[in-house]
């Protein structure tokens, strides 16, 4: 079986690029104890079925993603505790980050992502998360938050339930008794003809209207999920967006911050200049750029009540092996 295949599905790592990291990381596998151990050179070396496994350096797979590590070094350096804190992942995708403010006791996390079926089942299925997709953090809103955590933890059910009550009763009851109909009979509970293709006929007009999404819903929270806290107010946002400028995403993230608040973003220097000053396979070559983007994000962050607390060197470089940051701003103290 190809070594990344065989990581992920012996349970060593969660995707198959955290398989290919590991392996890039160093990985060996023997059949036997006494056997020695053979190194995996590429991704796709062949490792038997039964092998043993050992990873040479397992922190790649401490969490989901690499932007597990990458929070868990700037939670480190700026001595933030998430331990107990309400949190908003912004740009959740995979669940890296997610992963790690689980890890370091966060009693909740609501994460947005523009994107669709991203999220690890690990982290769907767990009670302390809920997953929003589809959903630009740049026009987000309290309220618009809320709804959409609302949609991710409901289902859909008909807003009027099928009506059992009047079913036709006991459908040609004189068939029962293998068809023996005496004079003491009385047929006047039979349902009819007419009653039954009538009420066939609404059954099937009803699923047909269903199929079409035309038949009235309303929502109703997913079993255990009942109880789960939406509101759209956090004592610590963090984040990781692509493709877009954290200064158009400030705003927003702002009004979802509690005073006293705390947000801890990474910043990605590719994303936050112009494409003219960014090079060839979206690299950012010019070590004095990154001051201009220090520059601007604290701005913003002034301009909008915000208090810069630190600015960091993300411990990790970018996958794509560009420079990165974390900006550790506040909303000033609680009243």
């Known amino acids: 079986m190809r070594a990344d ?39 796709g070396d062949d490792i038997p079925p039964g092998a043993q496994v050992q990873l040479l350096d397992a922190s790649e797979a401490r969490y989901l993603s690499r932007g597990g590590l990458k929070l868990e070094g700037a939670l480190a350096a700026t001595g933030i505790s998430v331990a107990g804190l309400r949190c908003l992942d912004v740009g959740q995708g995979t669940g890296g980050f997610t992963d790690c403010l689980l890890a370091h006791g966060a009693a909740q996390v609501i994460g947005v992502d523009v994107g669709q079926n991203q999220l690890h089942e690990r982290l769907q299925a767990d009670p302390r998360v809920v997953g929003v997709e589809g959903v630009n953090a740049r026009h987000l809103t309290p309220e618009a938050l809320q709804e ?76 255990g999920r009942e109880q789960v806290d939406i509101t759209p107010a956090f004592p610590f946002i963090t984040g990781d967006v692509s493709f877009i400028s954290l200064t158009l995403v400030l705003p927003a993230l702002v009004a979802l911050l509690q005073p006293g608040g705390q947000l801890l973003l990474l910043v990605k220097p590719q994303f936050e200049l112009q494409p003219g000053q960014v090079g060839k396979g979206g690299i950012v070559r010019d070590a004095s750029l990154y001051a201009q983007v220090e520059e601007r994000l604290r701005a913003s962050c002034e301009q909008l009540g915000l208090r810069v607390r630190a600015w960091l060197d993300s411990p990790i470089e970018g996958g794509d092996g560009n420079r990165e940051f974390f900006i550790h701003a506040d909303l000033g103290s609680a009243a």
């Open 148 to 223: 959409a955590c609302e949609d991710a933890l409901c289902e859909r059910i008909d807003a009027e339930p099928e009506d059992n009550d009047t079913q036709p009763q006991a459908p040609y009851a004189w068939m029962r008794n293998g068809g023996m109909v005496d004079d003491e009979y009385d047929d006047s509970a039979d349902a009819k003809e007419h009653e039954v293709e009538a009420f066939k006929a609404e059954r099937a007009a009803r699923a047909q209207a269903r199929a079409a999404g035309s038949l009235p819903t309303v929502r109703r929270r997913r079993a």
């Open 5 to 43: 295949v065989f990581l992920v599905e012996g349970g060593h790592a969660a995707t198959r690029s955290q398989a290919q990291r590991l392996i890039a990381a160093g990985v060996q596998w023997r059949l036997a104890a006494t056997l020695p151990w053979q190194k995996v050179g590429k991704n």
